[in-house]
């Protein structure tokens, strides 16, 4: 019996397909390694969102062949799809398996011992009117064939490649995430995902919910929906399908304690989306919307299709409804043509603005985008200085949500402890997406009503109601 490890780079959509590969591959007989060294197989499953993305997978795939060279390594995610020979030529790959073929790799690995080295499998997407998209994929010339042909075409429609298992999430495995939506058909100038996961898709509503109760029947108390461009689920389905719509059936027939939503777009977050979140305890009051730049000259410049002032009525309607929910937002610092206007304009606005967390990213060149070939590339210098002022202002923005939190009781999710966290502490998760320390040793995958008497670096302290009368000093690292 084969061992396998899979090592995770970006998204919760790549995340969850991660844990669907995971789920086939222990169906199929193999079994986990705790880690990469000691695995028969390593599954490097990557993200190409960046330029850092791209050398963090190679960096891994360096790492884990110099530390054991008779493991054989697996590359599969957008990078693969996006350049596999480019991934291919790396000592120690094995295999290279593009998005389009993830269904494959439990046959793929099951046929390995043995096999020849430097085989992949990838087959360019359908996706009508690239523009500038990478051309068509080939077989390096060096490298075998497998025995099965190689496909071309989108294959997304699979539910395989779509629905994630039990094991996707934060947590160490507590919070699984489903994705129920792949692929986008926007065309940002700066984004490479479509052309890596093909148009947008979506899982029927009945095959997510039966995969929702299958998740809460398991014990599940939190679930995470996912998706490339979650907010438009249902659009492809025939009769179509809204978001809201799907959100409601999950609560009025599946039995999930806590439902929570990852990224959608702010043009999706409507008056009666954000309504419905704050008439329902059981979907968690979190909102993850990208902003990317609050200049509209460069949102214009992105193809985004928002102005500034729309995000911030989007904002200003969750924090009237729910004054204590999470609102996040991705920044992308460093675009073709930023000025320094441009970039104190998005400053000023996150500053007015209740964010509770940033995730800010320093724009790269992704191959086949329109801004690849865009004038007034900045120099590494500037985006640098840029990147570090919105992580500043986004610690702020965090540490003044955190110190707003004190005082109130939290409905929290005990989390798995990990071998660092301190012995008489259990770590947990608020349903405004806080980390919280609890001063006692509880299971994991329990709801806890804790109230918050202080603050530790990034995390809240705070006791459950019933141990309020215990010391919390000294309680937690």
């Known amino acids: 019996m084969s061992t396998f490890y899979i090592q995770q780079f970006g998204c919760r959509a790549t995340q969850a397909d991660g844990a669907a590969i995971e789920r086939q591959l222990r169906e199929q007989g193999c079994s986990t390694a705790p880690d990469s060294s000691t695995a028969d197989v390593v599954v490097l499953n990557t993200c190409t969102v960046t330029a850092a993305a791209d050398a963090k997978a190679r960096d891994a795939i360096r790492k884990i062949h110099a530390a054991n060279p008779a493991t054989r390594i697996l590359v599969t995610g957008c990078y693969a799809q996006r350049a596999p020979e480019e991934i291919a030529a790396l000592p120690g790959v094995s295999f290279v398996v593009g998005n389009s073929h993830k269904p494959q790799i439990p046959k793929i690995l099951h046929s390995i011992f043995p096999a020849s080295q430097n085989q992949f499998v990838v087959a360019e997407?359908?996706?009508?009117?690239?523009?500038?998209?990478?051309?068509?994929?080939?077989?390096?010339?060096?490298?075998?064939?497998?025995?099965?042909?190689?496909l071309t075409g989108d294959i997304f429609e699979l539910a395989d490649v779509l629905v994630a298992p039990v094991l996707g999430g934060e947590g160490n495995h507590t919070r699984p995430t489903l994705k129920i939506q792949d692929g986008c058909n926007s065309r940002c100038s700066f984004c490479v995902i479509p052309f890596v996961r093909g148009k947008s898709r979506s899982l029927p509503p009945q095959t997510v919910l039966s995969e929702i109760q299958r998740l809460a029947d398991s014990g599940f108390r939190e679930i995470v929906l996912s998706g490339i461009n979650l907010g438009t689920y249902g659009r492809d389905l025939a009769p179509r399908v809204e978001f809201l719509d799907l959100l409601r059936l999950i609560l009025d027939e599946t039995s999930v304690q806590r439902l929570r939503i990852s990224s959608i777009e702010p043009l999706d977050v409507t008056q009666d989306l954000i309504d419905f979140f704050a008439s329902n305890n059981r979907i968690a009051p979190h909102f993850h919307m990208p902003l990317q730049s609050a200049s509209d000259r460069i949102l214009a410049a992105m193809h985004r299709w928002y102005r500034a002032e729309h995000y911030a009525r989007r904002v200003e309607l969750i924090h009237d409804?729910?004054?204590?929910?999470?609102?996040?937002?991705?920044?992308?610092?460093?675009?073709?043509?930023?000025?320094?206007?441009?970039?104190?304009?998005?400053?000023?606005?996150?500053?007015?603005?209740?964010?509770?967390?940033?995730?800010?990213?320093?724009?790269?060149?992704?191959?086949?985008?329109?801004?690849?070939?865009?004038?007034?590339?900045?120099?590494?210098?500037?985006?640098?200085?840029?990147?570090?002022?919105?992580?500043?202002?986004?610690?702020?923005?965090?540490?003044?949500?955190?110190?707003?939190?004190?005082?109130?009781?939290?409905?929290?999710?005990?989390?798995?402890?990990?071998?660092?966290?301190?012995?008489g502490s259990t770590p947990a998760l608020s349903e405004n997406y806080l980390q919280v320390c609890l001063p006692v040793v509880l299971p994991p995958n329990q709801f806890v009503d804790a109230t918050v008497t202080r603050l530790n670096d990034n995390h809240l302290l705070a006791a459950p109601t019933e141990f309020l009368t215990l010391s919390v000093a000294g309680a937690c690292p």
């Open 125 to 150: 997407l359908a996706c009508p009117d690239n523009g500038g998209s990478p051309p068509a994929r080939s077989v390096h010339e060096n490298l075998s064939f497998l025995p099965a042909p190689i």
């Open 321 to 423: 409804r729910l004054p204590n929910a999470a609102i996040g937002a991705d920044i992308i610092t460093g675009f073709p043509g930023e000025t320094n206007g441009d970039h104190a304009a998005t400053l000023d606005f996150i500053s007015a603005r209740p964010f509770t967390y940033l995730h800010v990213f320093s724009y790269s060149q992704r191959p086949g985008t329109k801004a690849a070939s865009f004038s007034g590339q900045l120099p590494g210098h500037v985006i640098k200085t840029h990147a570090r002022e919105l992580r500043s202002l986004a610690d702020s923005k965090s540490a003044a949500f955190r110190r707003a939190q004190i005082g109130r009781t939290l409905r929290v999710l005990t989390l798995r402890r990990n071998p660092a966290d301190d012995p």
